[in-house]
């Protein structure tokens, strides 16, 4: 992309090659190759500088000595950082759309926990929802944030920012729109549901229908696109069995955590708590995305993010309004130092 920028039906030559990132496009603007003749791959990097800022504004000491959701993410935030620290040396997509998601849920929560009531912030952290979908299609179900100040802005009669809000995110998704449709003919490769173009160049929707299929089935942990068709039943033992012992662990709790969110669903609306909302849209849109990234192509690089933060946001919120007979903090701090003990001996 650096040097040829993008060439017309690309992905003819090769189908990955029709993959398209906005991830690959920043990586290539900000390589600073011209200090030494080679491509540096920053990008990824300093995007997880920004993460780790955020997480360790949990052991701020002029914050409250409590134990807040948010914190609990920026907690995972350090685990996933302290696993892909050796591992950045390329441009890939998976590493700026977890980061991306997880930096949106943390100041999204710190949004709800001081009762945040404009729709600004909400805003403009949906326009960075948008740019995750340009990152990658796993994270596509993230727009559903875009519900929070959408409501609010029509709520309000805000008709001139509705169409600002409206054309920064066309602005923001059409160069990744515009880019599909150059590299491989299709607006959303490799999935043929939307069939405008008829160019010379464009890739047969029997290629790129086998490539979705392919896509799916490689996130099943197979390599035969044969088992495209295999159901759920017969697929799912093998690919848990694939799992390592954490994120089997993280799958419990996310299945789980499912259902009781649908329980906290279900209370809230039975008693109207109506100060529950912001939390059951957060919580619920994460709880989507997981299911989407699971039961479509449910690679752990492609969604960890999703597995991860559903049992937090459920599990974590159920802890918080658990029992006031106990130090809470204090628990926190000892669950917190194990964690990162642990996690630390791992990563050494």
């Not at 495209?228 to 954490?246: A, F, R, V």
Request: proline share 4%; glycine share 8%.
């Amino acid at each position: 992309i650096e040097e040829y920028g993008i060439v017309p039906g690309l992905g003819n030559l090769h189908s990955r090659l029709a993959y398209n990132s906005a991830a690959f496009a920043l990586s290539a603007l900000y390589s600073m190759s011209f200090m030494g003749g080679q491509s540096y791959h920053c990008c990824a990097g300093f995007l997880a500088f920004l993460l780790a800022m955020v997480c360790v504004e949990a052991f701020n000491k002029t914050r409250a000595h409590k134990p807040l959701l948010s914190d609990f993410v920026r907690i995972l935030g350090i685990y996933y950082l302290l696993i892909i620290f050796d591992e950045m040396v390329s441009p890939a997509s998976d590493y700026f759309m977890v980061l991306l998601v997880f930096f949106i849920v943390i100041r999204w929560l710190e949004l709800i926990e001081r009762k945040e009531r404009s729709y600004l912030p909400y805003g403009l952290l949906s326009l960075l929802c948008v740019v995750v979908l340009t990152v990658k299609l796993s994270g596509a179900l993230i727009l559903l944030l875009v519900l929070k100040p959408a409501i609010v802005m029509v709520q309000e009669k805000k008709g001139k920012e509705i169409a600002k809000f409206l054309g920064l995110g066309i602005f923001t998704i059409a160069p990744f729109l515009i880019r599909n449709v150059i590299l491989s003919g299709w607006l959303i490769y490799p999935f043929t549901f939307v069939d405008l173009f008829s160019f010379d160049f464009k890739i047969p929707k029997g290629m790129a229908d086998y490539d979705a299929r392919e896509i799916q089935v490689w996130g099943r942990g197979f390599s035969d696109v044969g088992r495209y068709d295999d159901p759920l039943i017969k697929w799912l033992p093998e690919w848990i069995h694939n799992l390592d012992n954490t994120n089997k662990l993280f799958l419990v709790m996310a299945i789980g955590g499912t259902y009781l969110f649908l329980v906290l669903l279900i209370y809230a609306l039975v008693k109207k708590r109506k100060d529950m909302v912001d939390y059951l849209h957060l919580t619920g849109t994460i709880t989507v995305c997981f299911w989407f990234w699971f039961l479509s192509a449910p690679l752990i690089r492609y969604g960890c993010v999703f597995l991860w933060l559903l049992p937090v946001l459920v599990w974590g919120c159920l802890y918080l309004k658990g029992s006031p007979h106990f130090d809470r903090f204090r628990i926190y701090k000892i669950l917190v130092i194990l964690f990162l003990v642990y996690k630390l001996g791992a990563f050494g």
